[in-house]
Nanobody
Framework: QGQLVESGGGSVQAGGSLRLSCAAS????????MGWFRQAPGKEREGVAA????????YYADSVKGRFTISQDNAKNTLYLQMNSLKPEDTAMYYC?????????????????????WGQGTQVTVSS
């Protein structure tokens, strides 16, 4: 079984930036849809961004479009989430996740129930 390990979380003031990383071992990116999800206290886990390396296509939640960028380095088997112009409402635990899709595309709207492999999460706290 593979492993997903997130890093890069922390505390930042509103307007600041952070880059999250997810080191993936045991996964071949070309066979997986890779995504970032987040969960704030008292709220459901939600999809933030997802990427399909075969096509290069990416999905972003409306709340992060234009501020967050998902990318991956296939040589390093690492997924990234560059987060700019952070807002207090971005405060959450951020999770990296993988869904085996083979030759298929990512789900149109990535949902937590559609992803079977998860990291342990990294906390992002944005203060006003």
């Amino acid at each position: 079984q593979g492993q997903l390990v997130e890093s890069g979380g922390g505390s930042v003031q509103a307007g600041g930036s952070l880059r999250l990383s997810c080191a993936a071992s045991g996964y071949t990116f070309s066979d997986y849809c890779m995504g970032w999800f987040r969960q704030a206290p008292g709220k459901e886990r939600e999809g933030v961004a997802a990427i399909r390396s075969r096509s290069g296509s990416a999905y972003y939640a409306d709340s992060v479009k234009g501020r967050f960028t998902i990318s991956q380095d296939n040589a390093k088997n690492t997924l990234y989430l560059q987060m700019n112009s952070l807002k207090p409402e971005d405060t959450a635990m951020y999770y990296c996740a993988a869904r085996f899709v083979g030759w298929l595309a990512c789900p149109t709207v990535p949902a937590p129930a559609n992803f079977g492999y998860w990291g342990q999460g990294t906390q992002v706290t944005v203060s006003s």
